[in-house]
């Protein structure tokens, strides 16, 4: 098993996997989970995945198992910026406005983390550890671009996972469901020790 992080400047490194990963985003948010996402040939993709962004991919001989897309909340492109600043300007009609407590942080050492997903078809047996190598890595690779917090739209279920690699999580706004999972908006502080 191995994790990657992939940018505009170095996909071309890793062959197909920046375009597995898009194809398991799709069997996980549109096969599986129903969500209403822009998608063309197999592949998941929205505004957000630009060369601001940056995907971290935990995969294993190019099936890809997990990921997460990584974007500065400095971003912009076109009318567009970062998923939960762009939900509470009103600019995504598949996600409440109402989903922050206060005004969406626009700062260099805060990254949008979205789009997090495990393939249903992981193994039990190394689901965990799976789960621990995306969290890790992408706490280790936003720490290195110097950010402090994290953003993220994330099921609820969430810091309790981060609470053992020892990454500390604040809400950011209320509880809403998608699909009948809960989420909520959350800060992920790399401040923490992590293990």
């Known amino acids: 098993m191995e994790t990657a992080t992939i940018s505009f400047d170095n996909m071309h ?14 069997r996980t948010f549109i096969e599986e989970k129903n969500w209403d996402l822009p998608e063309e040939a197999g592949m998941e993709f929205d505004q ?12 294993e001989n ?3 198992m997990a990921g ?3 974007t500065p909340t400095t971003a912009k492109c076109g009318i567009y910026t970062y998923m ?10 598949t996600i409440p406005g109402n989903l922050l407590w206060e005004p969406a942080p626009i700062a260099p050492h805060i990254w949008d983390a979205n789009r997090l997903f495990v393939v249903n078809d992981v193994p039990t047996e190394i689901r965990r ?3 621990m190598s995306l969290m890790g890595h992408m706490v280790r690779f936003a720490r ?10 994330l099921p ?8 053992r690699l020892g990454i500390d999580m604040a809400p950011a706004g209320p509880e809403m469901s998608f699909d009948g999972v809960p989420h909520r908006v959350y800060f992920v502080s790399m401040a923490s020790k992590m293990h």
Request: net charge positive.
């Open 62 to 64: 190019g099936r890809v």
């Open 156 to 163: 609820t279920l969430i810091p309790r996972l981060a609470r």
């Open 13 to 26: 490194t890793y062959g197909p996997l920046f375009a597995n990963m898009l194809k398991a985003r799709h």
């Open 84 to 93: 939960v600043r762009d939900a509470q300007r009103g600019l995504l009609d």
């Open 48 to 59: 957000y995945d630009t060369a601001h962004s940056r995907w971290v991919c935990v995969h």
């Open 129 to 131: 550890r799976v789960q």
């Open 144 to 153: 290195a671009q110097g950010a402090t917090i994290l953003i993220g739209l």
């Open 68 to 70: 997460v897309r990584l």
